[in-house]
């Protein structure tokens, strides 16, 4: 059996100067950046990456960015690659966030050159797949997942698979209190597995980690990050303050 390890990241969205997101890393760090049990992520706006990178240096916590552009320069007003995301210490890349998907027009396809630009510039992709309400409704959750997890990761190789992470964040429960049951979690989580062992074969899919993202929080940590296919957690508002970004890291830990 593949043990994964457990990963729990922190999307800041649109919060956060860089004093306060330096700030908020040295908390972070004072309290859990020498834990190894866990795999942890910060993803600060773009103006606060280098203050909070220069505040997690020596730490074992990581530096992500919430978007990048597939070109790696040119014209491209308001945008940032690659590179000069690495050229910040940024390790990971969260791509296609429903918040990407529904308010800035991004599609599949988009989402995949993102995706293929990501690993071919050794930025680790973070690729957030889900439901809307109306298609939950409608019966099509699976369907919806299938078609952003097979269109997401096109082209991408057995080799480069391992690097890559998937969230499963069901539209509904973004930012909204609505959690999904940890058995409405496990089912699409098993299924993306399934996926990707259509995909990449068993050994690649055991490997990779899925997590899951709707407004978990430290109370309804544990039962999710307890599920078998559930490795960690993309978390919204409850990574913007250090002590409920801290117990979700401990919880992870817990779960292990
Ligand atoms: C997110 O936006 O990725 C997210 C999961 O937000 P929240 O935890 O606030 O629901």
Redesign the pocket.
């Known amino acids: 059996m593949i043990l994964r390890k457990k990963f729990i990241a922190g999307?800041w969205?649109m919060n956060k100067t860089p004093a306060d997101g330096a700030a908020l890393v040295s908390e972070i760090v004072t309290e859990i950046g020498r834990q190894t049990d866990v795999d942890v992520l910060v993803c600060p706006p773009f103006t606060a990456l280098e203050s909070a990178g220069r505040n997690l240096e020596g730490s074992n916590v990581k530096l992500g960015a919430q978007n990048m552009h597939f070109e790696l320069n040119g014209a491209f007003t308001g945008e940032v690659s690659a590179p000069m995301l690495r050229d910040l210490f940024v390790t990971h890349v969260i791509l296609g966030?429903s918040?990407r998907r529904a308010l800035f027009g991004e599609t599949d396809a988009m989402i995949n050159q993102k995706v293929l630009t990501a690993i071919k510039n050794q930025l680790r992709p973070i690729l957030?797949v889900g439901e809307t309400l109306s298609e939950r409704e409608a019966g099509d959750t699976l369907k919806v997942v299938q078609t952003q997890v097979e269109a997401g990761l096109e082209g991408v190789g057995k080799d480069q698979a391992p690097s890559v992470i998937i969230?499963y964040?069901p539209v509904w429960?973004?930012?909204?209190g609505k959690v999904a049951t940890s058995d409405q979690a496990q089912e699409v989580h098993a299924f993306i597995r399934g996926l990707l062992t259509k995909l990449f074969g068993e050994t690649i899919a055991q490997k990779v980690r899925i997590l899951y993202?709707?407004?978990?929080k430290p109370s309804n940590a544990p039962e999710l990050l307890a599920q078998k296919d559930i490795d960690g957690g993309?978390?919204?508002?409850?990574s913007l303050e250090s002590r409920s970004f801290v117990d979700l890291v401990k919880a992870a830990a817990d779960a292990k």
């Open positions: 999307n969205k966030h918040e957030c969230a964040e429960a973004i930012g909204t993202g709707g407004s978990m993309l978390i919204g508002g409850a």
